[in-house]
């Protein structure tokens, strides 16, 4: 798998001085964001790799009983990921659970580049 970036298997979020320069400038401290780095560098690449070759996201607009669902289905490892990047890391909630914006958008940052997050 390592031909799927130069920036795999490396911790995105310890490799990106200027990003962790910044949260320092503008928080007064470094957040801990090294976990969702190393996930960035490992685990996301291999589910985006394996999804945008093998599994696309499907739209369902009908149900088994003909009724409107308007849902969408997800490959089972995409699944789980983004629930770890929400219930374990957390990406989800730093505003909310008295961390800030910048920690927000710094994660979606160190994810961005495998290919996860938009903006």
């Known amino acids: 798998m390592e ?29 801990d964001l090294r976990a969702l780095g190393e996930l960035a560098g490992r685990e996301l690449y291999e589910v985006a790799y394996r999804v945008d070759r093998l599994s696309e996201p499907v739209l369902v607009t009908w149900g088994v ?17 983004l629930e770890k990047l929400m219930w374990d890391i957390g990406v989800n909630r730093y505003p909310f659970t008295g ?7 710094a994660s979606l940052n160190v994810i961005g580049d495998p290919g996860v997050a938009a903006y």
């Open 99 to 105: 961390g800030s914006w910048h920690e927000h958008y």
């Open 65 to 81: 009983k003909g009724d409107r669902v308007d849902s969408v289905w997800l490959d089972p490892a995409e699944r789980l990921l």
């Open 3 to 31: 031909d799927l970036s130069l920036a795999y298997g490396l911790n995105h979020y310890i490799v990106d001085s200027p990003l962790r320069d910044v949260l320092k400038a503008y928080l007064g401290f470094e957040p």
